[in-house]
């Protein structure tokens, strides 16, 4: 499967603290997106990040791109309640007019 | 704003009923697509469709149909409803260039399908 897989499947941490997801994949990309989704709702774009760049800033996020480990990660800096949601990587593979999504990491945000 | 709309948030249906999901876009996208997202499995692809009248199947296309006369509208057919494919589905749509460019893709809010 060309499916990306999110790592961990669930994170809990206290407000203000950073929380850190990682997304693998198995084949060569185009690019990398960043999706969120709140519970029972549609997924909304965070970030995008092409095959040649290796960082990028978006406000409290922060995404890195490793391709030579086929491997990304979304950083969340000052966490707050309202970032309690589900996080999916998608990938965009080279021929595909498609994204493929991962499984998701189920981040909870405690007061 | 974009706007992807999914005609019924929560359906109830019978077994063996034709089911239709039916969903437009406001946005003048070539692309649309539907997706089912279980838990633990996260989000697998149907359908999806680049032009009018243009369908490709996506990773689980088995049970399911899909319609697109014009192109704002993206219908998602279930032609005898299981209770396996009770489930939900998001509906979202991208423009052209998917492939070249990266484009972000916009979802509904998803229609909540339960088979009884």
Not at chain 1, 34 to 61: A, F, P
Not at chain 1, 72 to 83: F, K, M, N, V, Y
Request: proline share 2%; with cysteine; hydrophobic share 30%.
């Amino acid at each position: 499967s060309q499916q990306g897989e999110e790592d961990p499947q669930a994170l809990s941490i206290q407000e203000g603290e950073n929380a850190t997801m990682n997304c693998s994949y198995k084949t060569s990309i185009n690019n990398l997106q960043w999706y969120r989704q709140n519970s029972g709702r549609g997924l909304v774009h965070l970030i995008l990040i092409r095959s040649n760049e290796r960082e990028k800033h978006s406000g409290r996020l922060r995404v890195t791109l490793d391709t030579s480990k086929k491997s990304s990660s979304l950083l969340i800096t000052a966490s707050r309640a309202a970032d309690t949601a589900s996080y999916f990587c998608a990938t965009d593979f080279w021929g595909a007019q498609k994204l493929v999504f991962g499984q998701g990491t189920r981040l909870t945000i405690n007061p | 704003d974009v706007k992807v709309t999914q005609s019924s948030r929560y359906l109830v249906k019978r077994t063996g009923e034709k089911v239709f999901l039916e969903c437009v876009q406001d946005m003048d996208h070539e692309n649309m697509f539907w997706y089912r997202q279980d838990p633990g499995l996260g989000l697998r692809l149907i359908y999806f469709s680049y032009d009018v009248k243009m369908k490709e199947k996506g990773d689980i296309p088995e049970g399911y149909s899909v319609s697109r006369e014009k192109k704002e509208r993206f219908s998602l057919i279930l032609e005898s409803a299981s209770t396996n494919q009770t489930s939900m589905y998001l509906c979202a749509s991208s423009p052209r260039g998917l492939r070249k460019s990266g484009n972000t893709i916009y979802f509904g809010e998803g229609s909540w399908l339960t088979v009884v």
